[in-house]
């Protein structure tokens, strides 16, 4: 049975150039099992769509069809944990709190730590 979810992603690059597509998924959630960094996940994105009318076209007798874009990536994906994960999070939510400026960023700094180190597990 295929398991899927809808997760916000940034793309990124590795040291070397590597393309990535940095997410966070909870542990509880079932893809997590399936993160062992050999089997590949397929990223599905959808960009811009419209209808497109028959009426619209210059030649008579068309059928409606719709344009749009979309981009699959595939790849391994990997539990993360330690300073590596607290990184990883760190530079999501940076990214993601940029979206809502002028609001200040919320930090992880602003979580009690036992509160910070529940949720790391």
Known sequence: MPIASSLPFVLTSAGDGTPL??????RGN???????????WLLAVNGADAYVSPHWYASPDQ??????????LSGPVRVMVGQELADHLD???AKFESWLAPKPPW???????????ALNR
């Open 107 to 117: 930090t992880i700094g602003e979580m009690t730590a036992g509160r910070r180190e």
């Open 21 to 26: 597509a940095a997410f966070h998924v909870a």
């Open 63 to 72: 059928v409606p069809t719709w344009l749009y874009q979309a981009v699959h």
């Open 91 to 93: 530079a999501l939510s």
């Open 30 to 40: 079932p893809l997590v099992s399936l993160a062992d960094a050999t089997a590949s």
